[in-house]
């Protein structure tokens, strides 16, 4: 039994033990060629912690039931090696990652997937609860590192309070969960929902306010309304390619952990008491309105930005809330649609935040106005980041637009008029997005600005052009990835 757990864990095991080399190691025995050393350690991290992944393979739960090993969690695991590995090689001479915080920084893009990806595998809603406090706690952390500005220890102050907030919240949401049902384990709860017997309206209230309360802290890890607050702070004040993966990964982490609770939980055939509540549409309509709210506020508040980093901070909470769209649907076919929508995020949110890296290391800051004339400066990065841009407006032939577009076919396929308005929401957003997505094209190709050539490198260089052709590629010929989808959400039919 251990060793069968110790393999199945095996990719979060090495994760950790990569991440801890890396600490000791290159703490101990810094040299001249320390940040290039570092990057060929830290690639070298990752590739192990990828073969590992191929191999453990098999499904099934262990650890007494806690962590479930199938093709969802794999599909999330690739997810979240594919973010750490662009981060990595974005780390690489970055102004905002000096060599002394090197080792400390990769460590913690290891520590970073290992909580992420056991969050996707919890079985048991206090080792979900754990896993996310960890990945918290290192986003908290990585948010900080970027020493001596004082806006990162600001972001980093405001990031742990709104953390601590949401935590209490959940925490006391799974107290009420644990008292009601009498366990934590994911399928004695769903049990306890099926076999519950009638109730009075008290406890119905507090079934529905269980619910709404460990909802809080995935709002909170989405960035959704109304625990959005420390995105911009932290976006904008944190080390460029830390919150590049925390825009990503921390997203797929929360989503896929989500999405297996109201799964396993809450989404079984209604029973005639208390819990009916849990088990019929109400926790939906919640998800629904707070995606609506999220949605539009993301989009409206980042038409006034200037700065690039917080713009895409309110892109990204706008982003958050079509991923919130699909989740509200729950069927097989708005899980495929979200699922998608996540692979396309990735590939689009990525290559949009290496791009504003890319001028903010050069110039000093991630201003607008540091933008004019791009197009002159590099052909190639400005070319890369409108395809980026595109995308996430959800303009064909772009992945963007693939994704959205599965994720408001389910959506309207769900039925009823509050998921046909939640669709209309989103597409009137998506014509918000577009305003201040091609203001910054304009900026780069319309605007005329004496400017010397943009360094780039050839290894950001490769990696640009390697994100700007999957944009274009997956939103031309999607059917692989449509594939891959439908593998890694069978167990959830």
Not at 76 to 96: N, P, Q
Not at 149 to 160: C, L
Not at 429 to 456: C, G, H, K, Q, W
Request: glycine letters at 8%; proline letters at 4%.
């Amino acid at each position: 039994m251990i060793s069968s757990d110790l393999a199945t864990l095996a990719p979060e095991i090495l994760a950790v033990f990569a991440g801890t080399i890396l600490l000791i190691g290159f703490s101990a025995a810094r040299s001249r060629r320390g940040p290039r050393a570092l990057l060929l350690a830290a690639s070298a991290g990752v590739l192990a912690v990828l073969a590992a992944t191929l191999l453990a393979a098999g499904n099934g739960t262990f650890s007494d039931g806690m962590l479930v090993s199938d093709p969802f969690s794999r599909f999330f695991r690739y997810i979240l090696l594919a973010a750490i590995g662009c981060a990595v090689v974005f780390s690489s001479r970055s102004r905002e990652v000096p060599e002394r915080i090197g080792p400390e920084y990769h460590a913690f893009l290891l520590y970073f997937f290992a909580a992420a990806s056991l969050m996707t595998m919890a079985n048991n809603i206090l080792l979900l609860f754990l896993s996310m406090e960890v990945l918290s706690i290192l986003s908290y952390v990585g948010v900080s590192l970027n020493l001596g500005v004082h806006r990162s220890t600001e972001a980093g102050i405001k990031y742990v309070i709104y953390g601590a907030v949401a935590t209490a919240i959940m925490l006391f949401g799974v107290s009420f969960l644990y008292g009601m049902t009498g366990s934590l384990d994911y399928a004695a709860i769903r049990g306890a929902i099926r076999n519950a017997s009638p109730d009075s309206a008290v406890a119905q209230t507090l079934a529905v306010l269980t619910i709404g309360l460990i909802l809080a802290g995935f709002f909170f890890k989405l960035a959704a309304v109304p625990f959005y607050a420390w995105a911009p702070d932290a976006y904008e004040g944190g080390p460029t390619p830390f919150v590049a993966l925390l825009s990503v990964a921390s997203k797929a982490a929360a989503v896929g952990a989500l999405v297996r609770l109201l799964f396993t939980v809450f989404a079984s055939e209604p029973s005639p008491g208390v819990y009916r509540v849990m088990a019929n549409a109400d926790w939906r309509v919640l998800i629904g309105a707070v995606a609506a709210v999220t949605m539009t506020f993301g989009n409206l508040a980042a038409i006034p930005q200037r700065n690039l980093k917080r713009l895409l901070a309110y892109s990204s909470i706008a982003h958050a809330g079509y991923l919130l769209m699909g989740i509200s649907a729950l069927s097989s076919e708005s899980v495929s649609a979200v699922l998608i929508y996540l692979v396309a995020y990735l590939i689009m949110n990525l290559g949009a935040f290496f791009c504003v890296q890319i001028v903010g290391d050069a110039a000093g800051d991630e201003d607008i106005s540091r933008f004019e004339g791009l197009a002159r400066q590099s052909p190639l990065v400005s070319a890369c980041f409108a395809a980026f841009l595109l995308s996430l407006t959800g303009i064909p032939p772009f992945v963007g637009f693939v994704g959205k577009f599965y994720i408001f076919a389910a959506v309207i396929r769900q039925g009823g008029p509050g998921y046909i308005l939640l669709a209309i929401i989103g597409g009137l957003n998506s014509v918000v997005a577009l305003f201040y997505y091609a203001r910054i094209i304009r900026a780069m190709y319309l605007t005329d600005r004496e400017t010397a050539p943009l360094p780039v490198g050839w290894l950001r260089a490769s990696l640009i052009c390697g994100l700007g052709a999957a944009v274009v590629l997956f939103g031309i010929f999607w059917s692989a990835l449509l594939d891959a989808v439908l593998a890694a959400s069978t167990l959830l039919k």
